[in-house]
């Protein structure tokens, strides 16, 4: 029977050992044990902060994380899933006043309490807790056997406008090793293969980086920063709030009606209030476009309302034109200026 992949969700896949390997995205996964499940629960004291490869790795990390700390406010909210001891969460403490919570379902968690506000011992799935503006997981995502239903949750914990910063191995985790055989490890992640599970999952990545280091046996790994990915319908709302913001929340006339227009401002067409389209070139005029007549531009009939420039490539001639025609600047928005950022 043929299993898609839980990545991409393709179904050309070919078994190798005890795993299987997708042919689309390069995904590997394999079944869980249950030995395994229970060995990581009973785990206890699992790093040694005294140990420069503790410190590497932490190192590694804070400098992922420091330079977000600007954006953070007392009134933060940060999810660590797989806290293990809570040290990553103490350092960031140290850095910047926050609420710091932890998901750990080792015996781990008993140090973890000691340095974070709450520590969970159950699955993300099994929390209820208000919205976090941060959720965090390091080398978690790679022991779970439905990643997809996981990032679900992490989703469901994560606040409208939060962020996830989220690292695995990159396919073994090491240069040398061709597999990753650690019983508890049930994915090994390709770059495509963890980009298609987050857009599947509804995120939408905004950093990626690899080389990352968790260990001298795991010194390959992808770090991806990510937020929920915003629908359609809500991209657009806000295009529209910006066109309106942009022209002075004023009806106003359209000027260029080329392949800028189609592609900017066609989409949006019938819920903005434009009151004409207008184009310099005679051929357009009289002709029909979305519905509405193209026209030419009345210094008498127009002489009130603001104009949209609206080509990117042919900006320059348009202002030229407009001007020629006493049109003033504080009367004409660019396209650019809509979109710009």
Same mark, same amino acid.
């Given at each position: ?29 394999? !079944? ?19 140990? +420069? ?13 420091? +330079? ?9 909210? %940060? ?8 040290? @990553? ?45 941060? @959720? !965090? ?27 996830? %910063? ?9 240069? &040398? ?8 490890? &049930? ?10 599970? &987050? ?38 709302? #806000? ?10 929340? #004023? ?22 209030? %434009? ?17 509405? %007549? ?27 034109? !407009? ?19």
């Amino acid at each position: 029977m043929t299993t898609a992949c839980p990545c991409c969700g393709g179904i050309e896949t070919e078994a190798a050992g005890a795993w299987s390997r997708c042919r689309g995205c390069g995904h590997r996964w394999r !079944l869980p044990g249950e030995a395994a499940t229970v060995s990581y629960q009973r785990l206890i004291a699992r790093n040694d902060t005294t140990s +420069p490869d503790f410190r590497r790795k932490l190192r590694d990390r804070l400098d992922t994380l420091e +330079p977000l700390l600007p954006a953070v406010s007392t009134t933060c909210r %940060v999810l660590e899933v797989g806290c293990a001891e809570g040290h @990553l969460g103490e350092a960031l403490k140290a850095l910047c006043p926050m609420v710091y919570d932890g998901i750990e379902i080792s015996r781990d968690a008993e140090a973890a309490a000691t340095h974070l506000d709450t520590v969970y011992r159950q699955p993300a799935a099994e929390v209820q807790a208000p919205a976090y503006d941060w @959720l !965090l997981a390091f080398h978690v995502l790679e022991h779970i056997a439905d990643p997809a239903a996981e990032l679900s949750e992490w989703q469901r914990l994560l606040a409208s406008g939060g962020r996830m %910063v989220l690292e695995v191995p990159h396919e073994s985790g090491h240069p &040398l090793l061709a597999s990753d055989e650690h019983p508890e490890h &049930l994915h090994q992640f390709t770059l495509p293969s963890l980009l298609c599970l &987050l857009q599947r999952a509804g995120f939408a990545a905004e950093a990626i980086s690899g080389g990352h280091y968790e260990s001298a046996v795991y010194p390959d790994n992808i770090r991806v920063t990510a937020h929920r990915r915003e629908s359609a319908e809500s991209r657009q709302d #806000r295009l529209v709030a910006r066109f309106n913001e942009k022209m002075g929340n #004023r009806p106003f006339l359209v000027y260029g009606v080329g392949g800028d227009f189609r592609n900017y401002v066609l989409p949006v067409l019938d819920r903005l209030p %434009v009151l004409e389209l207008l184009d310099s070139s005679a051929e357009k005029w009289g002709t029909h476009c979305a519905g509405r %007549v193209i026209g030419q531009y009345n210094p008498t009939r127009h002489r009130n309302a603001p104009i949209l420039a609206c080509s990117i490539r042919f900006q320059a001639s348009i202002l030229e034109s !407009l001007r020629k025609q006493g049109v003033p600047d504080d009367r004409i928005v660019t396209l650019e200026e809509i979109y710009g950022y």
